[in-house]
């Protein structure tokens, strides 16, 4: 049990963070300029794959070890051209990927929270985020278009205040851990 709560605590803290950054940037930066962002990450993945493969060229000219860069190179140019030239759609990809994390971190925070309730006090606030963000991620998935014209201070906000809530409930599930392995070893 004690190896469930060391490793919990560390993937409720990251998924936390997560949950913060995005409900920060869902805050402050609005629709086109994540599209406007999404096309400038297209460009420059484009300018570093015709860099690699130029790279691997002059490897290939001096007859060094060469092909692996054009390899990766390839991978990286066809991610900036979906970035450049399809932004709208990488930007759906994005949000249904956040609603699939969405709802994988609300069903990871309920099941964990039942499991450990005796050990987590306040579970029902815990239970009632995670249920939230289930909803949440499920909005994200099936209807992106929406949460597209919808993301404003409200998902924002949420997503701010339930990573901080994450990120609370890490370190009480870490504090656990150690009274946990406190009580093995007084044992």
């Not at 930007?91 to 609300?106: C, D, H, K, P």
């Amino acid at each position: 049990m004690n190896t469930f709560f060391k490793k919990s605590w560390v993937t409720m803290f990251v998924n936390g963070i997560i949950a913060a950054v995005v409900g920060l940037i869902l805050l402050f930066v609005k629709g086109d300029a994540v599209q406007l962002l999404i096309k400038w990450t297209g460009i420059i993945l484009i300018i570093v794959a015709a860099t690699l493969i130029g790279v691997d060229i002059f490897a290939a000219i001096k007859k060094r070890y060469w092909g692996s860069l054009t390899f990766i190179s390839v991978f990286i140019l066809v991610a900036g051209i979906i970035c450049a030239f399809m932004p709208e759609s990488v930007r759906n990809f994005l949000l249904v990927a956040i609603g699939v994390w969405a709802i994988l971190t609300g069903v990871f925070q309920i099941i964990t929270t039942i499991k450990f309730r005796k050990h987590v006090p306040q579970n029902a606030l815990s239970i009632v985020n995670g249920v939230l963000m289930v909803v949440l991620g499920v909005i994200f998935v099936f209807n992106p278009e929406i949460m597209a014209k919808a993301m404003t201070f409200i998902v924002g906000a949420f997503l701010v205040i339930s990573g901080l809530w994450e990120i609370f409930n890490a370190f009480r599930f870490k504090k656990i851990a150690k009274n946990i392995e406190r009580d093995k070893l007084a044992d």
